[in-house]
């Protein structure tokens, strides 16, 4: 009956499958969105230690990142074969990789070739995971003092300098 009444409409129904096929993928990205945002807003009975793969990390971190990383072109570099795993508080380590990615999202956005690298590396016991991006980088002078609560390299009104301070 449906049918019916679109065919009198002169519908297209590729269009139509098409645009509920993005429907479906909206929808699907919001759930995870909410999902990502949900496991951030934890409480402290979730602070426990566990098994986490880096690579489950990141993936929960570009959803809540996509469209920022879609909209400004940004090419995101992560090997998705990489599944080193982790021991940690799950909601910890990602509060520290989201500032380092929004920390070069907001360094690239305004550059011609906008990239981010996450590398991960294993070492015995030791588990390296480094954010690089196609920015400047961090100017001599500021090193030591990225981890102090309140300091920021950004423009006024464009960073809080909490991001890693409460990283740290």
Same mark, same amino acid.
């Given at each position: 009956?449906?049918?019916? !009444? %679109?065919?009198?409409?002169?519908? @297209?129904? +590729?269009? *139509?499958?098409?645009?509920?096929?993005? &429907?479906?993928?909206?929808?699907?990205?919001?759930? +995870?969105?909410?999902?990502?945002? +949900?496991?951030?807003? /934890? @409480?402290?009975?979730? %602070?426990?230690?566990?098994?986490?793969?880096?690579?489950?990390?990141?993936?929960?971190?570009?959803?809540?990142?996509?469209?920022?990383?879609?909209?400004?072109?940004? =090419?995101?570099?992560?090997?998705? /074969?990489?599944?080193?795993?982790?021991?940690?508080?799950?909601? =910890?380590?990602?509060?520290? &990789?989201?500032?380092?990615?929004?920390?070069?999202? @907001?360094?690239?956005?305004? /550059?011609?070739?906008?990239? !981010?690298?996450? =590398?991960?590396?294993?070492?015995?016991?030791? *588990?390296?995971?480094?954010?690089?991006?196609?920015? &400047?980088?961090?100017?001599?002078?500021?090193? =030591?003092?990225?981890?102090?609560?309140?300091?920021?390299?950004?423009?006024?009104?464009?960073?809080?300098?909490?991001? &890693?301070?409460?990283? +740290?």
């Amino acid at each position: 009956l449906k049918k019916q !009444i %679109l065919k009198k409409e002169n519908i @297209d129904f +590729k269009k *139509v499958e098409k645009h509920l096929e993005n &429907l479906d993928n909206g929808i699907t990205r919001i759930t +995870k969105i909410i999902s990502s945002v +949900k496991s951030l807003s /934890s @409480d402290s009975e979730k %602070l426990k230690l566990e098994k986490i793969t880096v690579f489950e990390l990141i993936e929960d971190i570009l959803t809540l990142n996509q469209n920022t990383i879609d909209t400004n072109e940004i =090419q995101f570099r992560f090997d998705e /074969s990489n599944r080193i795993e982790i021991f940690g508080v799950r909601i =910890q380590i990602e509060q520290i &990789l989201i500032n380092f990615i929004n920390n070069s999202i @907001d360094e690239i956005v305004g /550059s011609k070739t906008k990239w !981010i690298s996450i =590398q991960c590396e294993s070492f015995e016991n030791l *588990v390296r995971i480094r954010c690089i991006d196609s920015g &400047l980088g961090i100017s001599e002078g500021i090193h =030591q003092k990225i981890f102090d609560p309140f300091y920021t390299a950004k423009e006024t009104g464009k960073g809080t300098g909490l991001g &890693l301070s409460l990283a +740290k």
